[in-house]
């Protein structure tokens, strides 16, 4: 008997619509390989019908006093509260994750962010007004920017969802937001969360393709274009901004380097960066997936990684034992199982280096020593469980590697020399740099990195005023 897949839909100008041509794509839980959905795969038509919708709603929701929209957002943030067992239960099914580490580990900071939004919008400021010409006042405007086209990955959908609509709602701005092809159930919950609370047009949802992404890039309404992807992806993006000179916000790939001193307390920092390493199956810009450890302590430490990867779980999202599910979508897998399968003679697996199972997309923690620095798994991101560990002989030698890559997005320095941590802190080339820890985000702090990483900050105050425009207006006094 054939189960009937659910069919999800486009939330267009405040009502749920099909693609206007009828196109769908099937929609594949990760856990188990099979179809459970339909989306929409959108076209020009649906692309042109939100940014219509979009730019329609903006002058009214841009003339809303900072203070209604705090209260919008807050409205929000308690209605993703209320909801939270559905949005659990769709991004579970969306990407295969653990139930219980969703709801531990993304709906609360994902509440919190949103908030922290909220009372964002209260503090669109200037510089204080002033006469820096003689008989002259200036005053600072600090706008929105107008409609926001915005591209989500399939890591973390919700999660990423919120980095994007909540600073740019709470800035003025109205946004068009596509999520990824492969997990697009949780963000049309999202839709029909926020709808019932905004104006209609502020806030749109279009699946579809790649295709889908690059129509509402090149469509000449937005003025921003904001994605979270590939750096493949955000070089097109930007080019094709740049043909109608859009602002655009990038956060890209990572290539985190983690460097151990020998003065680190050993079993704590494979504890922590085990778990830094696998959470969501590796897939995460700023995991913590290359390993760069002292040569007096590497191979202690190598044997102690390899055990903590034997002893971590993957596996169904119902199962209350493991720390991460399934790759994302059978492309995933592939990639991961292609760096293991290339690895150069001097690589050895000293954990994992296999699928497990044959139904879904589960890849077993992995730990590969006896690298390079120009080896490819070094120099590209893997975005699976896979952890590369290299011996380095001093502090300028493990900077120079740490440095020696394309992105730039994350970083850790473990150690119990403050003077050391702070040396390297300052010389790594990393838009964060964590000391004796890897992965924590709080709201207050930027997120984004550097060189192919991207340019842009997600959270904090510095995310909100990427979604802000400066007008400087000076009036004469003589007037």
Known sequence: MTTELRRLRNYINGEFRD???????DVINPATGEAYATSPLSGQADVDAAMDAAEAAFPAWRDVTPAERQKVLLKIADAFEERAEDLIAAESENTGKPLELVRTEE??????????????????????????????????????????????????????????????????????????????????????????IVPKGVFNIIC??????????????????????????????????????????????GKAPVVVFEDTDIAKAVEDIAVAGYFNAGQDCTAATRVLVQESIHDEFVAALAKAASETKTGAPDDEDVLYGPLNNANQLAQVSGFIDRLPAHAKVEAGGQRVGDKGYFYAPTVVSGLKQDDEIIQNEVFGPVITVQSFTDEAQ?????????????????????????????????????????????????????????????????????YTRIKHVMTSLDA
């Open 19 to 25: 693609a206007a041509d009828g196109r769908t794509i």
């Open 398 to 466: 493990a900077l120079e590697w740490a440095n020696g890559v394309e992105y730039a997005l994350a970083s850790s320095v473990w150690t119990k020399d403050h003077g050391r941590a702070m040396r390297m802190s300052k010389a790594l080339d990393f838009g964060c740099v964590w000391i004796n820890t890897h992965i924590p985000l709080v709201a207050e702090m930027p997120h984004g990195g550097f060189k192919k990483s991207g340019y842009g900050k997600d959270l904090s105050a510095y995310g909100f005023d990427d």
């Open 107 to 196: 709906v609360p900071p994902m509440v919190d962010q949103i908030r922290f939004f909220a009372g964002a919008a209260r503090m669109l400021e200037g510089r204080s007004a002033g006469e820096y010409m003689e008989g002259f006042t200036s005053i600072i405007r600090r706008e929105p920017v107008g409609v926001c086209a915005q591209v989500a990955p399939w890591n973390y959908p919700m999660m990423m969802a919120v980095w994007k609509f909540a600073p740019a709602l709470a800035a003025g701005n109205t946004v068009v937001l596509k999520p990824s092809d492969t997990t697009p159930a949780s963000t049309v919950l999202i839709a029909e969360i926020i709808g019932s």
């Open 208 to 253: 579809g393709d790649r295709d889908t992404g690059r129509a509402m890039v090149e469509h000449s309404t937005p003025a921003m274009a904001s994605i979270t992807g590939s750096v493949r992806a955000g070089m097109q993006v930007a080019a094709s901004a740049a043909k109608d000179v859009k602002r655009v916000h990038l956060e890209l790939g």
